[in-house]
């Protein structure tokens, strides 16, 4: 097996995108279904029996795997439903080399249009509201590296960026209101593919401090 290092924002997006698709566990092949919610996941097993993954479990989870790299149920004794995320876990790594970055705002929960009226979304959709007004406030140039895709690519690419949320999903305990422009940066696919390089996810501040020390070492 390849190895594969993934972060819980990684894992949250393609279990989002993933979720409408018929499943099994690892252990028994017995059926069950799933929704990615704010507090983490919500599983239906096959005896109907609702449950939460909450995101501490998950991210116990995938620290494990990452370090172990086993398929086995058996690797993972103290997760109880191991099973389970084993199995979103290994569709992950089937995909894992179509499966493209996704903008970070697959699951948002609300956010302020201005400061008197609030737009609430279903928490599985695209918020294409928020990321407009994300752009239209900080515009379309990379926050990190400044590159402007218009200016390499002509106005064919004008206004093209990713969304990313300055504080990780993952960390996003309970429902709160995201205000587009605080809480939420337009970044280059290749800079926010290094914020989630390694099973990890850098602040935006050491983005920048990588990509200065890089550049710096060039003309040393």
């Known amino acids: 097996m390849k190895k594969i290092n993934f972060s819980v924002d990684d894992f949250l997006s393609f279990a989002t995108s993933m979720q409408e698709e018929g499943w099994v566990t690892m252990t028994q092949k017995k059926k069950f279904s799933y929704k990615v919610t704010q507090e983490g996941i919500k599983l239906t097993p096959s005896t109907g029996e609702v449950r939460n993954i909450s995101h501490q479990e998950i991210n116990k989870f995938i ?6 790299q086993s398929f086995k149920t058996s690797d ?4 109880f439903n191991k099973s389970y995320l084993l199995a979103i876990t290994k569709a992950y790594n089937k995909n894992n ?3 493209k970055l996704p ?3 697959l699951h948002p929960q609300s956010f302020e249009e201005g400061e008197t009226k609030k737009i609430y979304v ?5 918020n294409s509201k928020a990321r407009k ?5 900080h515009g379309s140039r990379c926050f990190a590296c400044k590159v402007s895709f218009k200016e390499i690519y ?4 004008e206004g093209f960026i990713h969304v990313h949320h300055i504080k990780p999903l993952s960390e996003v305990k309970k429902r709160k209101i995201i205000n587009p422009k605080t809480d939420l940066i337009p970044i280059c696919p290749n800079c926010h593919a290094v914020i989630h390089l390694r099973g990890r996810c850098l ?4 983005l920048v401090e990588l990509i200065e020390s890089a550049r710096s070492s060039r003309y040393r």
Do not use: Q, V
């Not at 620290?63 to 172990?68: P, Q, Y």
């Not at 007004?133 to 406030?137: A, G, R, T, V, Y």
């Not at 602040?203 to 050491?206: A, D, N, R």
């Open 63 to 68: 620290r494990d795997f990452n370090i172990k």
């Open 76 to 79: 993972y004794t103290k997760s």
């Open 97 to 99: 080399d179509s499966f």
């Open 103 to 105: 903008e970070e705002i």
């Open 122 to 126: 279903n928490s599985h959709e695209r």
């Open 133 to 137: 007004e994300c752009i239209n406030h």
């Open 154 to 157: 002509g106005n064919y690419a």
């Open 203 to 206: 602040s935006i501040e050491k």
